[in-house]
């Protein structure tokens, strides 16, 4: 490299030209901003020279802004990876000012193959309530004749509510543009929401969609939703619809609660929601779905999710983790669950039972039931007891084999270090070595903390065993969220 140049007077004072730093195999390179622009088109003239499959493979592993720059830089990029621009949506968030919720929908709309494109919506926490009339620099104009004939189109609404909804979409209320942008998305597989407190448009679209004769979601396969807040919940008839659209596997929630039938409680739990305007649910009759997994994060249960079970024709697994008195006042409801998966004991394939870390509750060792007749069982993850039940003296009551089905391949227990622990290292020995249980493969224990030398001991003795019966087994600490996390992700599917 040549000697650096010696600066001026004039050029020491001068202002100074913005620069970038290049990542090179040997060392960083500070460049100007003029030179990282011709890095930029250089760049771009190298990928214009590659064949769409490999720009198809680039455009794979860039995310949603880094693509969208990349189909700016040229005629080609544009048109070989506008569909993989558009395959893949999120929309903005709560804060954001530049009302994407509406430019995306006149781009659909006015270009209807973009819709087409489009497989996964991606929706973070929207504004339901606030006027956003003079906010943001980058309004888009709006489009009265469109808006308008979008929402004439809508079957089902009254006049009184086409009305106030134009209101609504006027002040750029974004759960009033929602339910005109999401039903123009034919091919969508995958749609994600996370509910804001208030949301009563889209609830209501939904709701529509599914008591109506057309088919606004044919394709939908997979639904999740999650509420806004680090507290309390959303209410789980904000998903009943789902169950009625004929192409929905998978439904997954973070932080939902199910209503109680029992209005008279005194400890009855009220939503921070406002459900004044919109329909407290679709009914939903026994076998009327085609969804195969429910997945229930940090959600509480008051009936046991039944209603939701019973509309599945073949739910083939059920994960529930239990969310404490953050989501609702509901305790943990083993009982109730087990009698609501009892309806799908012949398809059932994986159950994932966790009762809410941290917080101990008078229901938690109450006995679920008998998987015996689970006949398509593989996997089950359940406290110990939950499982076997436990008597006044915490030791168990019910013995694993009588009541684990012969089908199953895969546990994951917890047990706390208690009266029960040389028991049950006993009972698991015993099931891996039983012939009835040709499947069992591996054995997942989960403790909180060993704290007895002994305890450790037998833990090391139930591995050897395990060996022996040629069935893996891996105890493992429940300390930290993290690791329990990571093992949830290894075994549910």
Known sequence: MGRRKRLTPAAAYAKPTPSWTLRTRYENIRISSAEYFYFQVASAVMLNDLPPEILHLIARDLGSKALYRLVSTSRRLHTVLQQSLYTN?????IWSE???????????????????????LKVNCWEPEKDNNGISAQRVEFDDKLVHQLVAERTGYSEEEKLKWLKDLERHNSDAWLP?????????RKLDLTWPFGSHYVVDMLQKAAT????????????YAAWHDSENAFPSHYMDAFFKFPSMRKLGCYMLAENENDDDDEFEFEFESDDSESPKGVILSPQCSNITDIDLQKSNAAEGMREWVQACKELKSFRLVHGGGVVSWTDFQPRKIYESLAIQKSTLESIWVEAYDGAYMDTDDEWMGSFVDFTALRLICVSLPNLVGFDESKLPLRKLRDVLPS?????????????S????????????ALESFPK????????????????????EWLEQRCQEASVFCFPHSSKGCIQQKQMMRVIWP
């Open 421 to 432: 622990f040389e028991v049950a290292m006993d009972q698991l020995a015993e099931l891996a």
């Open 212 to 223: 109506g004769t057309e088919p606004i979601f044919p394709r939908l396969e997979e639904a």
């Open 407 to 419: 089908s199953l391949e895969t546990l994951f227990l917890s047990l706390d270090e208690d009266e």
């Open 440 to 459: 069992l493969a591996a054995i997942y224990l989960e403790y909180y903390e060993l704290r007895k030398p002994e305890n450790a001991a037998r833990l």
């Open 180 to 188: 005109l942008l999401i039903p123009q998305l034919k091919e969508l």
């Open 89 to 93: 949506v999120t929309l903005c968030g």
């Open 98 to 120: 530049d009302h994407t919720i509406n430019i995306f929908l006149y781009a659909v709309t006015r270009t209807p193959r973009l819709a087409s494109y489009v497989r996964s």
